[in-house]
């Protein structure tokens, strides 16, 4: 009996000391906190990733009926999948081109709008997801291939370049009920213009001279920010864009006010984001190393609130989990913090240096969740985390995955390869290639997908990220997640 018991004892032992040391393991890092100036130097994430889920999902039969998917855009047309990469299917032959995908999405990812050019003008066409149904909703400009390329500088090809060349289309935020757009349906320039998906009606908003490009809903549905460009020459071998910048208007969708807000010192629309449902972000800019006066504007009353007075230079992004700033300083700028990586968060006037070397680019990374301070390192948006890439000045296309599996293509002697690392454990080369883009999934975070530069697609997941072919995707530049 005493042996017995002495087993027994034994055993619980085990069994206590076996689950301790599967806590231990699962334990996630104390976020590292940042600190005001002078420069914070963040550890590289060393995170334990989470552990993949421990039953066995069956595979997929099909193309999920209501999401979430993946969506692949590009030139030669758009494509879905599962958030696995299964099933891939072309839902249509039209192009995004290099237009923004996110926004062509309606808010419940049910379906896009796209503006589309033909032999006989430009078209506002809106396709249902998953299936594919395409339908026309309006011609926005008659202008044939030919007027454009026999008179490039005439009044009318500005018109189509304003309506073609800038992301015109932008769903209320919420249901999505309403779609606002840009067009030439009653005038000789481009206007805002508003769709009702349920009536089928179409409301012209504005009626100037100047054309109107990049309509964007205020959070709460109510206004629709937009502004006014327009191409005044000299004009040399190539038209990279308008030339001017006249003016900022917002509509108050209830009574279809015009309300006149102030115009940014630049050639450019300085648009940072949305502060708050009345409020955005903007700045003045000129052609040389420096932007400045950071500031909110309110869309009812055209007041300005200054938010930093300090230069920046290489962009400045915004996240949407926060609203926390990040941007890039060069030295010699006129109130220039100096070089630099600096993070403002909101309601702070003075920036934070988070890096002492300047980057190139700054942008958010919406389906990764973080900053990108090209060539630098990715930082979450409450900087909790920071990933430093593989290869200092020879990695690009990162993507971090919800569970911080990290993902680069590296290049090196005119060589692309793609490389997974999951802490604590070393970077790995899966995949030889040139890369276009590459996106985690949005389910487990455990798949990779990656397109690679001659169009195909490869699926590669947790533990062993073992690529697997899923077909080819031509022209593709966007993957993003679809809810």
């Known amino acids: 009996m005493q042996k017995h018991r002495n087993v027994i004892v034994l055993v619980l032992i085990l069994i206590v000391s076996l689950a301790c040391r599967w806590l231990t393991s699962e334990e996630t890092p104390t976020p590292v906190p940042v600190t005001e100036p002078p420069a914070v130097t963040l550890p590289a994430v060393t995170k334990t990733p989470l552990a993949p889920t421990s039953a066995v999902t069956p595979a997929p039969t099909h193309l999920n009926p209501t999401g ?13 999948s599962n958030p696995d990469g299964s099933f891939l299917t072309k839902i249509t032959d039209l192009p995004i081109d290099l237009h923004d995908l996110h926004r062509a999405i309606s808010p419940q990812g049910d379906r896009m709008a796209l503006i589309v050019g033909n032999e006989e003008g430009l078209d506002l066409v809106e396709i249902k997801i998953p299936s594919g149904e395409t339908k026309i909703i309006t011609r926005l400009y008659n202008i044939t291939n030919d007027e454009i390329m026999t008179n490039p500088t005439s009044a009318k090809a500005f018109t189509a370049y304003a309506i073609r060349d800038y992301d015109n289309v932008a769903w209320q935020p919420g249901k999505g009920l309403l779609l606002a757009f840009m067009g030439a349906l009653n005038g000789p320039t481009s206007d805002l213009y508003l769709y009702d998906t349920q009536s089928g009606e179409i ?55 015009v309300i006149t807000l102030p115009t940014p010192k630049s050639v450019t629309l300085n648009f940072v984001g949305w502060q708050d449902d009345t409020h955005y972000i903007t700045y003045d800019s000129d052609e040389t190393c420096f932007s400045q006066n950071l500031r909110s504007v309110d869309v009812v009353s055209g007041k300005t609130n200054p938010l930093m007075d300090l230069s920046f230079s290489y962009h400045i992004a915004r996240s949407p989990e926060n609203g926390v700033l990040l941007f890039s300083s060069a030295a010699g700028c006129t109130k220039s913090p100096g070089d630099g990586v600096f993070l403002l968060p909101p309601g702070q006037t003075i920036p934070t240096r988070m890096l002492s070397k300047k980057a190139y680019e700054v942008k958010w990374l919406p389906e990764s969740a973080v900053f990108q301070a090209y060539p630098e390192a990715l930082f979450s948006s409450d900087v909790s985390a920071r990933y430093d890439p593989p290869v200092y000045e020879h990695s690009y296309h990162p993507a971090v995955s919800q569970k911080g599996y990290q993902a680069w293509e590296v290049i090196e002697n005119q ?29 487990s975070g455990e798949t990779l997908l990656i397109v690679l530069r001659d169009s195909s697609l490869y699926a590669a997941s947790y533990p062993d990220f073992a690529p697997r072919p899923l077909g080819t995707v031509e022209g593709v530049n966007q993957v993003i997640w679809l809810p």
Do not use: C
């Open 68 to 80: 979430p998917y993946v969506l692949y855009g590009g030139t030669d047309g758009i494509w879905i």
């Open 415 to 443: 060589q692309g390869r793609v490389e997974v690392n999951v802490p604590p454990a070393d970077w790995q080369t899966i995949l030889a290639g040139d890369v276009e883009q590459l996106a985690w999934d949005p389910v």
């Open 203 to 257: 409301t012209q908003l504005t009626d100037g001279l100047s054309q109107g490009v990049f309509p964007d809903w205020s959070p709460d549905g109510k206004y629709i920010l937009h502004y006014g460009v327009s191409w005044r020459g000299p004009f040399g071998g190539a038209l990279l864009g308008h030339d001017h910048l006249d003016g900022v208007w917002a509509v108050r969708v209830a009574d279809e006010q």
